[in-house]
Structure formats: structure tokens, C-alpha cells
């Protein structure tokens, strides 16, 4: 029993469970789960061992200690609320693909407005809802970019398991699903966790382009294009093929998951693409300002790490398409882009799509360059052409 906001009447948690999740239906939470905010212990030392192997990606949030031990964040916790929206995975209006306009793809977890902000939005409700029936309520709500790993909260409170592609694959939604959660002071009975059900299958682990799934469950975030996606770096040699027409995240590990075979769900506005946005022209967005990036992509999850990453893979993108009609393009934005990276990328782009005109002006280019990272990039370009000679 709680103390509720009526002069210190006590309220049954069990109701007010019960309560909570029929809320959640009325706002839009499309699953939800509760579990004891005591340490992840297996997580801790598996995120140790992330760490030691080199595995990580750098942008986790927090101390192995505030990823795992949810009273170091709210020293009065005592459970944990998970919720689960789900998104879809088909465009109901794709748009058309021609040899003159190449086009990129967004993850589907990019489509629509930024889950942070939708995700926020409902956890805001449900924690409103919860202080109306009890004042003195202690919370911390958490989406992604807080310290706690949402996908081991998910799975400690029944959303789902947790598959060997590491996604939490939840029975109704496959592994489409944004995942959030609130911390509590309120002492909720816990659900139950649910059976993992991968058993032998390794569809995911063998389809991975990169091989980033070394063991089922865990990642190196090091080798996926996921991740690879938001560097601002060149991009390693080995993984631009690889890369293909990605322009932002990576979908494959769930895509071939029998668990999302035929996996569509449009239960929310908010995250319904945009087709021209999810799917967009490659050549305009070598040039596109930093006013029309934000205009068109600012309302996307993907927009965090800015346009250059964005702009690197298009241009990979457009090499990956041997797309001819981008040398002009591609040759003014090597000539003129004061950003190395960029300017690299379009010289290796250039000379993979492999025309005489992008090989004579690589060679032009080459003599006034000076930053030797470029130079290096341009040489690689150059090496298409003698590639091309030796066959």
C-alpha cells in the first residue's frame, strides 16, 4: 500500500498498476512492462566486457556503474516502467527510382519525428498520470540517450526478449519498436520476463554485411553500419561497398529476422514517413545548405550528428551506383568543398564510378591538393582507372 492524494488514504499498488497500464493504451503506449529497479548484473558484466574486447561505440551515456544500478540514479528507486511504441516498416507511397535520380535510404527507426521527443512526450503523460494518484512520487524517465540500457529494462520487464541481433524482438511488434522507461520509487509487482525464442537460428549473424554480430547477443558497434553510418570520419575502405545506399542506420539484422516476417505497423502519426525524406535524392544533398538540411531532415532521429556523415554516405551511395550522371556534381564538390572528408569521399566517388571526365579531373585536382589525407583519397580513385586498364 501508498500513501495516495487523498489526505493520506492508502492505495492499493496493485490497482494502481492496473490503473497505469490502462492509461497507457489511452495515450498511445502500445506495450508496457514493469520490473524492480535492482542491478543489471549480467548486463555489467557483459558491458565489460564490451569495453575490454573494444567492441563499444563511444556514444553510450554514462559510468558501467550508472548503466546498471538504477539507484545511483534515483537513490529512492524501487522499479522500473518500460514501454514499447511500435513503427513501421513499409512506405505506403514510395517514390519512384530512376537511373537520373539515385536515391539513399533511412533506417527505418529514423522515419518520422525523432522517437526521443514522441517517446518523452508519453513518459511525460504517464508520469502526470502517476503524480495525480501519488504526490510524492520520485521519477527519472529515460529514452536512448539516458544512462540505462532500455533494452535491458525492456527485457526484464516482459516487452520482449532479447534476440542474438541484440534487438528486443516483442511477440506482437517483431523488434520494430522504440523502448523507453521510467524509474519509480513505487514498489510495482514485477511481470515476467519472456522466453527467448531465437533457439538455432542464425539468419541475422549470417546476413550482417560487416560480420559486426560476432556471438549471438553481442555487437561489435566498432563493425555496424549502424553505427558506421554516424562517424564523421572517412569511412574505413573496407566497409563502403558495404555500405551500399545507406544514407543513414542499417536495417538488415532485422529485416531477415523471421520474427518480422510481415511486421507493419502504423499505429502513430508521428512516425509515418515522409517518402521523399526517408528515401531522398542522392545528388541534391551534396550541395544542400545547412538551412535546407535542417528544413528537410531536422525532424528525423538521424539528424543528430549534423549533415556531414549524411553527406560522406550519399556520395558512397552514388558511387555504390556507378551513377554517372553525379560526375559533374561530384567533380565541383571535390574542387570546392573545404571539408577533407567530403572532398576525399568525391575524389574516391569519382573514380569508382570510373569515367574519363571524373579520372582526368582527379588527376587536375590532385596537383593543387594539400592536405594529404585527400591526396591519399585521390590516389585511391586513380587506382580504379589503372584497375580498369589492367582487365
Known amino acids: 500500500m501508498i500513501k495516495s492524494s487523498k489526505g493520506g488514504e492508502k492505495m492499493n499498488v496493485q490497482q494502481l498498476k492496473e490503473d497505469i497500464i490502462a492509461y497507457s493504451k489511452e495515450i498511445g503506449i502500445d506495450k508496457i512492462g514493469f520490473t524492480t529497479a535492482d542491478p543489471f548484473t549480467e548486463l555489467k558484466e557483459r558491458l565489460r566486457r564490451q569495453q575490454s574486447l573494444g567492441y563499444a561505440s563511444g556514444f553510450e551515456k554514462g559510468t558501467v556503474k550508472e548503466r546498471t544500478e538504477p539507484q545511483v540514479l534515483l537513490p529512492e528507486a524501487q522499479s522500473i516502467i518500460s514501454i514499447a511504441l511500435a513503427y513501421p516498416t513499409r512506405v505506403k507511397n514510395p517514390p519512384k527510382h530512376t537511373k537520373e535520380n539515385r536515391r539513399g535510404i533511412f533506417a527505418r ?16 503523460k504517464l508520469t502526470e498520470f502517476i503524480l495525480e494518484q ?3 512520487l520520485k521519477s527519472k524517465l529515460m529514452v536512448d540517450t539516458g544512462e540505462l540500457s532500455d533494452r535491458a529494462v525492456a ?9 542474438k541481433n541484440t534487438a528486443i524482438i516483442t511477440e506482437e511488434f517483431g523488434s520494430f519498436v522504440y523502448l523507453g522507461e521510467l524509474i519509480t520509487n513505487i514498489p510495482f509487482e514485477p511481470d515476467e520476463p519472456v522466453e527467448d525464442s531465437c533457439g538455432d537460428c542464425r539468419i541475422c549473424m549470417d546476413a550482417c554485411p560487416t560480420g559486426a554480430i560476432v556471438e549471438g547477443g553481442q555487437l561489435n558497434a566498432q563493425r555496424c553500419l549502424a553505427y558506421l553510418t554516424q562517424t564523421k570520419d572517412f569511412l574505413p575502405d573496407e566497409f563502403r561497398d558495404k555500405l551500399g545506399t545507406r ?3 542499417c536495417d538488415t ?15 502513430h502519426r508521428e512516425f509515418e ?3 521523399e525524406v526517408v528515401q531522398p535524392k542522392l545528388k541534391p544533398m551534396l550541395r544542400i545548405s545547412n538551412r535546407e538540411f535542417r528544413e528537410k531532415f531536422g525532424h528525423l532521429s538521424g539528424f543528430w550528428r549534423g549533415k556531414n556523415p549524411l553527406q ?4 558512397i551511395a552514388l558511387a555504390h551506383y556507378k551513377d554517372e550522371t553525379a560526375v559533374s556534381e561530384l567533380i ?3 574542387q570546392e568543398d573545404v571539408r577533407p572528408v567530403i572532398r576525399g569521399t568525391a575524389a574516391w566517388a569519382l573514380g569508382k564510378i570510373g569515367t574519363d571526365e571524373a579520372y582526368e579531373a582527379i588527376e587536375r585536382a590532385l596537383v593543387k591538393e594539400e592536405d594529404e589525407r585527400v591526396r591519399v583519397e585521390m590516389e585511391k580513385g586513380l587506382r580504379f582507372k589503372l584497375e580498369k586498364v589492367g582487365k
Open 273 to 275: 514517413p515522409d517518402p
Open 134 to 136: 501519488v504526490p510524492h
Open 332 to 334: 565541383a564538390v571535390m
Open 247 to 249: 544514407v543513414y542506420g
Open 253 to 267: 539484422c532485422q529485416l531477415v529476422c523471421p520474427r518480422n516476417k510481415r511486421i507493419d505497423f502504423h499505429n
Open 312 to 315: 560522406r554516405n550519399a556520395i
Open 155 to 163: 527485457e526484464r520487464a516482459g516487452i520482449g526478449f532479447s534476440g
Open 109 to 124: 527507426a529514423s522515419w518520422g519525428i525523432d522517437y526521443h521527443v514522441v517517446l518523452r512526450d508519453r513518459l511525460e
